[in-house]
């Protein structure tokens, strides 16, 4: 038998004569998939969606997949009790009780459930909000170490233990200093993911005490991070395999530009460092069967989309034009180039489109956005909050999506848009670069627009091409919205690449015995 590891295209050799059984393409995994927020019960971004997507595609391949998160005050649902230990936190003790829905999901075509737990603490979780509480340091700390701490008494052992953002990092910190002495831990293995590395969970030296563990984990080698300790560097340092969510980001963030101070190591571990596009939940997001827009259609009747863009210009109080509709799903953060479009307000609305805007976020851009409005009732509306069955009818209703991301991990937005047959026009970084082909400098295969510089003269420009297809050569425009359609980026392939990082991971575990 070959002691090389076929895993994608790259080989990776092993040092233990026993280790192929480990890799066998037939193994099943036990994964626990672990987050801060999962959709449907805790949403603030992309990270949620992928959490509540990528368990269940790993669940279909025939892996056992359990997904673990925080019980927060707005979860509602039919929960079960599970059990309940003390956590030690610091110098105190907080009781943690584990309860756990069944999502349902399919595995070749017989129905299945993905066990959801829920780490459960009144003192810590029982609150408005997910993040931003004085006491996030605290309440996370818990989170990890509750983590860890359930999983003998829900009997599961996981071969794999997949990490995912700041809120993260210590469980891989806890394995490899406290944890790998116990027997029940010593072989589990994990990934980390890196969602979006500027939100890093930096906090005093004081999350040391927190965790119970020597000062000696407090260097620049490990979790100190300019003087502070660091939930995202733990992860970095202590995971077996880093990942994050395009191939464009994992090279990004090893540079000076993207790498939040975080490049060096980033560049230290490239070797462990991959990059998998996220994809997203086709059942979820089908404008054939999707219930929240006006109308359904697919390819074989796209021209229905159409009354979706007039449904939505009534729902905003819109003039039912023929215009182009440029939609917008978004946090309002610097990060999302959203200075872009207000520096140039006045050059974008003078066009023949109108703008739909949905999305929290800062109140800068909050206010910013409702004084447009004032100043230009007829070319844009705005919604201020979130509303997920508004996002759909955005998407569906829309005929181009807008995303100016000053970076961007990954992005789902441009995803969801072309399953929908809306034309996105971004920026060309991390996943949106991985994703769209500017149709000016690839007719055959392009399915939006771009543009590389940082730059709201370079947006106006995608937009006017994008403008100039749409109202001048609409068959081509209907070949685009077609090609929209047809384009997969469901999460079977990505799946895959996860599963083969999983197999990586737990080869790199053997080899460092």
């Not at 993207?258 to 404008?287: H, V």
Request: glycine share 6%; hydrophobic share 40%.
């Amino acid at each position: 038998m070959d002691r090389n590891i076929v895993i994608g295209i790259q080989w990776y050799g092993t040092k233990n004569d026993n280790c192929w059984r480990h890799y066998m393409k037939n193994k099943n995994l036990n994964i626990l998939y672990v987050s801060a927020e999962v959709s449907p019960f805790a949403k603030t971004g992309g990270l949620a969606d992928v959490a509540g997507s990528l368990p269940k595609a790993l669940l279909e391949m025939g892996h056992d997949v359990r997904v673990v998160m925080p019980k927060y005050r707005m979860i509602d649902g039919d929960f079960k009790y599970v059990t309940d230990f003390p956590v030690q936190i610091g110098d105190w003790t907080d009781t943690c009780i584990i309860r756990k829905i069944d999502l349902p999901a399919r595995v070749r075509d017989k129905k299945k459930v993905l066990p959801v737990y829920f780490t459960d603490s009144y003192k810590l979780f029982d609150r408005d909000g997910i993040y931003g509480h004085f006491d996030d340091a605290e309440r996370f700390v818990f989170f990890c170490k509750a983590v860890l701490n359930m999983l003998p008494l829900i009997n599961f052992k996981p071969d794999i233990i997949h990490c995912n953002d700041w809120h993260t990092g210590p469980i891989c910190m806890l394995l490899k200093e406290q944890y790998r002495f116990n027997e029940f831990y010593s072989k589990i293995n994990t990934v980390y993911t890196i969602h979006n590395l500027e939100y890093q969970g930096n906090y005093s030296s004081h999350v040391v005490n927190l965790l119970n563990v020597g000062y000696e984990v407090l260097t620049p080698e490990k979790a100190e991070f300019f003087g502070m300790f660091s939930f995202m560097k733990s992860g970095l340092v202590y995971a077996d395999i880093i990942s994050t969510v395009s191939e464009v980001y994992a090279k990004e963030i090893q540079t000076q530009q993207y790498g939040e101070r975080l490049d060096g190591l980033l560049r230290k571990r490239s070797s462990d460092l991959f990059g998998i596009l996220n994809g997203i939940n086709y059942e979820e997001f089908d404008p054939q069967t999707d219930k929240a827009i006006e109308k359904n259609y697919s390819v074989a009747n796209f021209q229905d989309k159409q009354l979706n863009k007039k449904a939505i210009q009534k729902e905003f109080g819109l003039p039912e034009e023929d215009h182009p509709v440029i939609g917008l799903v978004s946090r309002l953060s610097g990060q999302k180039g959203l200075n872009l479009i207000i520096d140039r307000i006045d050059e974008f609305l003078q066009k023949d489109i109108q703008f739909v805007l949905l999305g929290t976020g800062d109140d800068y851009y909050q206010d910013r956005f409702r004084r447009i409005v004032i100043n230009y009732p007829k070319k844009i509306a705005i919604h201020l909050g979130y509303n997920e069955q508004l996002a759909q009818r955005i998407y569906a209703g829309s005929d181009m999506f807008l995303m100016p991301s000053r970076f961007e991990p990954c992005g789902l937005g441009q995803i969801i848009s072309l399953r929908y047959g809306t034309i996105p026009i971004v920026r060309s970084t991390g996943g949106l670069a991985e994703t769209i082909i500017d149709y000016n400098d690839d007719i055959k295969n392009g399915n939006g627009f771009s543009f590389a510089n940082f730059s709201s003269l370079d947006m106006l420009a995608a937009v006017d091409r994008a403008i100039d297809i749409y109202s001048k050569r609409p068959d081509e425009w209907k070949k685009l919205i077609i090609r929209a359609l047809e384009t997969d980026f469901s999460w079977s392939r990505s799946a895959k690449k996860y599963e083969e990082l999983y197999f990586h991971a737990m080869n790199r575990g053997l080899v460092d015995e």
